[in-house]
C-alpha cells in the first residue's frame, strides 16, 4: 500500500523548515514596518463564499475546489486562496465599525487548488497575504504594491517585474463587457467551450483562456484601458503617480485581467526575471475588489489586497542564488563520562534550558570523539564537559567550539559562564 503524501502536496523536512521559518518572520516584521495585523481564518469555508466571493465562472470555483460534503450534509470547501475569508470575517465581525480605518490585515496559512502538479503549482501551497479594507484612496493601492515589492526585496530578490493594469469600476467593465461580446461573438464557434460559456456568463474570462490564447481574436481584442470612464482613469493616474513618487516601476500591461472575479480598479502581478526560473514566472498578485464587501452581505466598502506563495519565492531565492539567514545553531553541547556525571550533565542540561539556552546532550551512549562530532553536527557554539574526575572537583571544562579556547569552570557558576562566552 502506497501512503506517501498525496500528489501535489509535500512535507517540509527540518531542513527546508529553518528556511520557511526565515521566510514568515521576515513577513511577520515587514507586516508590523506596514502596520498590517495578523489575522486566521478557517482552513475551510461554506461553499457558496467562493461561489459567491472568487466567482461562479473562475477556474478556481469551476475546476480546482476540493470541496466535500460533510457528515452534516454541508457543502464545504477546503480554501483556495484568503481573500474572500478576509471579507466574509470582516463582514461577520463588522470591522468596518472599528475605529481605526482602513482595517489592514495580513495571512499566512495553506491553501487548496486542484492543479496538474508542476513546478511552482501544487495542489496544497502557502500563501502569505494583505488586505487593506475602507478606504478608496489610491495611496492604498501604491502602499500595498510597495509592501508586495518590498517582501521580495527584503530578502535579496533583485530579478523582478511589476506588471499594471486597471478593470475600470463597475460602469467601465460593462461597457468593455459589450465591447468583448461584439468582438467575440462573431467567431463564437471557432471558441472552445469553455469560451462559448464564458461569452455568456463572463466574457472577460475570455482572455484569460489557456486553450484560446493563441486565436487571432485575442490579438486584437478591445482593450479595457480604452473603456475607462472618467473616474477609473483618473484613479489609475493617481496610481502611477504614488508609485512615481515611490520610485517603484512598473509596466502596463492592458492584457493582466486575474483569475479570479472580483477585481476592479488595479490589477497587479510580480514576475521573476531570473534565468532559470521554471515556466510559471507569476510570483505574486493583486488587485483591488469594490463589489466583494457587499456581495458578502456588508456595506459599500472597497478593498484591496495581495498574495503571494512561499512555495514560488523559495524557487525565486534558489534562481537568484539568494541564501537566508537560517539560525541552525544551538548555544551548548553537553558532553559527558561516566554514569554519575550523565546524572549532573542531565541537570544541568535543564538547568541551562531554564535560563532560555539552547542545549542539547547525547543519548545513544556515545563515546566521547562521537558526541563531540554530535556537537559539531548539531552546529553548538560552545561545549560542556563533565568526567567523573571533573565531577569529583566540582567543574567542569566549558569549550568555545568556535575559538577553540578551554576553561574550567565551576559547577556552582556554570549558568553565568555559559552566558558569559555566548
Ligand atoms: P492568485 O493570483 O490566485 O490570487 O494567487 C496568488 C499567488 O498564489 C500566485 O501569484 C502564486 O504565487 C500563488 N499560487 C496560486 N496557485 C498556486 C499553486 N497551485 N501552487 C503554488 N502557488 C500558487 C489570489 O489568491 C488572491 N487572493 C490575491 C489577492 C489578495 N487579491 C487581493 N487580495
Redesign the pocket.
Known sequence: MNINVPRGTEDLLPKDTVKWQAIENAYHRLAKIYNYKEIRTPIFERTELFQRGVGDTTDIVQKEMYTFTDRGDRSLTLRP???ASVARAFVQHKMHGLPEQPTKLYYIGPMF?Y?RPQQ???RQ?T?F?I?AIGSADPAVDAEVISFAMESYQTLGLKSLKLVLNSLGDHESREAHRQALVDHFKPVESELCGDCQQRLEKNPLRLLDCKVDKDHPAMQNAPSILDYLNEYSANYFEQVKKHLDHMGIDFVVDETLV???DYYTHTAFEIMSEAEGFGSIT??????R?DGLIQDLGGPEITGI?????I??LLMALEAEKVDLEEDETIDCYVITMGEEAKYAGSKIVDQLRKTGISTDQDYLDKKMKAQFKAADRNKARLALIIGENELNEGIANLKNLETGDQKSISLEEIVEKVKAEL
Not at 507569476?282 to 488587485?287: A, E, K
Not at 489586497?305 to 506563495?309: C, D, I, M, W
Request: glycine share 28%; net charge neutral; aromatic share 10%.
Open positions: 486562496e484568503g481573500t487548488r492543479e511552482g503549482r501544487t501551497f500563501q497575504g488586505e486575474r483569475g479570479l507569476t510570483l505574486s498578485g493583486g488587485g475588489y489586497g495581495f498574495a503571494l506563495s512555495e514560488r
